[in-house]
T-cell receptor, first 113, second 109 residues
């Protein structure tokens, strides 16, 4: 069982919908990450939060909006997505940002219709 | 040229075989992760190492910083080892992971 919990497991949304992906960890980790993974490709980093502050935004379109309400929670708000945004969205955490072991969630498989 | 090269891209083995997956990288790094991803998506971190060798059960990871090369070995392979194995050095000023393209391993009974 993973110690990083992502909900929902699957999400289908239309291009005009607004939805949110959620990620939770209770390991006391102070760095949390969002990755996007297309089929048969490696994960691509989207955002990093360190001590609840946005540390890295890898030039992600504004239709993806991250939020870190507290040290245990990480959200990804979705609005006006495109079909090409369909992918597996992975959350991860680590004790600190940088050289520390990563713990991944099982991901949310998003389909945009 | 990719910063991280893994080989082989695909590997089929018989149960019980000894398996080696190689990773070469061209960037300066402080550590390297080996990750396992099963069909369905979840990723498990197997090792993080910055020098020498680490062992966990049937898995062994080695790294040679001078040669910029790491290997993942699986002894006595089993069908449940079938997965994609990803090499991911940490590089850059903020320690981001740089992902290899992965090695898809299939172990036949």
């Amino acid at each position: 069982d993973t110690e990083v919990t992502q909900t929902p497991k699957h999400l289908v949304m239309g291009m005009t919908n607004k939805k949110s992906l959620k990620c939770e960890q209770h390991m006391g980790h102070r760095a949390m990450y969002w990755y996007k993974q297309k089929a048969k490709k490696p994960p691509e980093l989207m955002f990093v939060y360190s001590y609840e502050k946005l540390s890295i935004n890898e030039s992600v379109p504004s239709r993806f909006s991250p939020e870190c309400p507290n040290s245990s929670l990480l959200n990804l708000h979705l609005h006006a997505l495109q079909p090409e945004d369909s992918a597996l969205y992975l959350c991860a955490s680590s004790p600190v940002q940088g050289d520390s072991p990563l713990h991944f969630g099982n991901g949310t498989r998003l389909t945009v219709t | 040229k990719n910063e991280v090269e893994q080989s082989p891209q695909n590997l089929t083995a018989q149960e019980g075989e000894f398996i080696t997956i190689n990773c070469s990288y061209s960037v300066g790094i402080s550590a390297l992760h080996w990750l396992q991803q099963h069909p369905g998506g979840g990723i498990v971190s197997l090792f993080m190492l910055s020098s020498g060798k680490k062992k966990h059960g049937r898995l062994i990871a080695t790294i040679n910083i001078q040669e910029k090369h790491s290997s993942l070995h699986i002894t006595a392979s089993h069908p449940r080892d079938s997965a994609v194995y990803i090499c991911a050095p940490t590089g850059g000023s903020q320690g981001n992971l740089i992902f290899g393209k992965g090695t898809k391993l299939s172990v036949k009974p």
